[in-house]
Nanobody, 124 residues
Framework: QVQLVESGGGLVQAGGSLKLSCAAS????????MGWFRQAPGKDREFVAA????????YYTDSVKGRFTISRGNAKNTVYLQMNSLKPEDTAVYYC?????????????????WGQGTQVTVSS
């Protein structure tokens, strides 16, 4: 089992920044690929960003490219999402997820473990 705990959400004005963290504990989380997803009220969950087990390969959805950066901590059991130039449309609950294959995944059903989510609200 792997436990994922997100933190760092909050309320920020448009144009501001937030850094989300996801701490993984349990069985060898440093070998897993990690992803961030988000779900806005009344909308489906959507992929935001992902990183493979090594931290060397990343992928982003088009709407956040150039604004968001996903990275892994040195111990590789923590993943971050640095969010800059935030827009009101980025408002959502952000979820961290882990995939045991270690490969970069963009589909939610490929992930094995999920965190409880952290709210990000961007005011205009």
């Amino acid at each position: 089992q792997v436990q994922l705990v997100e933190s760092g959400g909050g309320l920020v004005q448009a144009g501001g920044s937030l850094k989300l963290s996801c701490a993984a504990s349990g069985r060898t989380p440093y070998t897993y690929s990690m992803g961030w997803f988000r779900q806005a009220p009344g909308k489906d969950r959507e992929f935001v960003a992902a990183v493979d087990w090594s931290g060397g390969t990343t992928y982003y959805t088009d709407s956040v490219k150039g604004r968001f950066t996903i990275s892994r901590g040195n111990a590789k059991n923590t993943v971050y999402l640095q969010m800059n130039s935030l827009k009101p449309e980025d408002t959502a609950v952000y979820y961290c997820a882990a995939d045991t294959t270690g490969r970069l995944q963009i589909r939610g059903n490929e992930y094995d473990y999920w965190g409880q989510g952290t709210q990000v609200t961007v005011s205009s």
